[in-house]
């Protein structure tokens, strides 16, 4: 369903610091996830994905974590640039469902 | 390369006028295609999806319609809109991979309709 909340929640980091953005998924069937980054008047952009049967998947400076018992799901930012400063939202996707549902989102900012 | 087009990029309509929004994607063939409205400061809310030439599943009863006359193209309606309609929609493609998997969605840049 659809997320609630007028404010999302906010990430602030200096910039050159790590990121780790967290996000708690709702389906213990979920198999597949995803993390996106946008962009203010932007279009959702795909940053890495994650299936089930793996608990890390690494990128270019970035990192995705599966914990599975506990339904949580981040994604870690290594030295974060003033480029990263978007909104950072989770999806997640049950097997036999053509449905991708969202968390809420998180707003990174990046300080100087 | 796969991509896709939304259109317009920005809508002005007063309410009780009808909407067309138009979605289309190159370089693939038979993609799921989605629907999603953002409200401002909110996350992605899934209107409608298509996994087929004629093939609409709606998630949430609303003034809104979908359809898909073309493989590879899907478009979002209204015949009156109403104010709680404005909000930023945006068009989604995803595809089958190694035979079982979905690949992510890919999203267009969106249309940011105002409802006046």
């Known amino acids: 369903g659809e997320s609630v909340g007028l404010h999302l929640p906010t990430l602030s980091v200096q910039e050159g610091d790590n990121s780790i953005i967290n996000c708690a998924y709702s389906n213990s069937a979920s198999d597949y996830f995803i993390w996106y980054k946008q962009e203010s008047g932007k279009g959702p952009q795909f940053i890495i994905d994650?299936?089930?049967?793996?608990d890390k998947r690494q990128g270019q400076r970035v990192t995705v974590l599966l914990n599975k018992t506990v339904k949580h799901l981040s994604l870690q930012i290594a030295a974060t640039q003033p480029g990263d400063s978007a909104v950072y939202f989770c999806a997640e996707k049950t097997p036999g469902t053509y449905k991708y549902i969202f968390g809420t989102g998180t707003r990174l900012k990046v300080l100087a | 390369s796969q991509t896709i087009h939304q259109w317009p990029a920005t809508l002005v309509q007063p309410v009780g006028s009808p909407l067309s929004l138009e979605c289309t994607v190159e370089?693939?063939?038979?993609?799921?295609l989605y629907w999603y409205r953002q409200a401002a400061g909110r996350g992605l809310q899934l209107l409608f999806y298509?996994?087929?030439?004629?093939?609409i599943s709606s998630e949430v009863p609303q003034n809104l319609s979908a359809s898909r006359p073309q493989d590879r193209q899907f478009i979002l309606s209204s015949k009156k809109l109403l104010l709680s309609d404005s909000g930023f929609y945006l068009c989604?493609?995803?595809?089958?991979?190694?035979?079982?998997?979905?690949?992510?969605?890919?999203f267009g840049n969106g249309t940011r309709l105002t409802v006046t």
């Open positions: 989604a493609w995803s595809v089958l991979v190694s035979g079982a998997y979905n690949s992510p969605l890919h």
């Open positions: 298509s996994v087929g030439i004629g093939q």
């Open positions: 370089g693939t063939s038979n993609p799921n």
């Open positions: 994650i299936r089930s049967n793996m």
